[in-house]
């Protein structure tokens, strides 16, 4: 099996390269789930715009990936940052010209307590296992009267923290901890990490809510 870090770094080369990037998620539900990872380094993708509209002032994006979100940002004069644990990633962020930084979110950041928004899209909701440790890290970094825009599954999709394995036709990652939180459990979660869910909205078959602390 292959250090997640290395697989994830893997796929977003063979993206770059423009080769089979395609992977496959299985979570402890049993469900098995394609993502390419081309997604995450090219364009914008179908429901991007609805959440960037909601982006105010400087914004950090948490797992940023290459920075598909932030680049969209920056184009449009816009103060934005992001940070992930992948070497990889942050490399493609930065030869893109943006604002990138390789940390882990649990461990100082740059600017904490002056973000005004913290996006924790395409599933970041899920980063460490432990939603609620999450979004209140995110709620600490915030300037008052900052919001955590996060991405959600659908309704009625289980919620869930555990371990969960990437798999592409040649290897298979070693487990690491992930979660998943539906929009019909968002409520419940950010109750108990401190927060108020002020919005909730979908667009292109994707669901997204905006917290603030209480």
Known sequence: MTAPLAFYGAALRRALAGQGSTLEVLDPTGAVRHVDASMW??????????????????????????????????????????????????????????????????????????????????????????PRRLLRRCASVLDPGGAVLAELCAPGEPSWSGEIVLRDPWRRSAPFPWASVSADRVVDVAERSGLRVCREWTEAGRWFAELRPC
């Open 41 to 130: 380094s090219g364009g914008l993708v179908a429901g991007d715009t609805s959440l960037l509209a909601r982006c105010v002032g400087p914004t950090l994006d948490v797992g940023c990936g290459p920075g598909r979100l932030v680049a969209a940002l920056h184009r449009a004069g816009r103060a934005a940052m992001g940070v992930d644990v992948s070497a990889e990633a942050v490399r493609q962020a930065q030869r893109r010209g943006l604002w990138a930084v390789r940390a882990d979110v649990f461990e100082p950041l740059p600017g904490e307590g002056r973000w005004r928004t913290v996006l924790l899209a395409d599933g970041n909701i899920g980063i460490g296992g432990d």
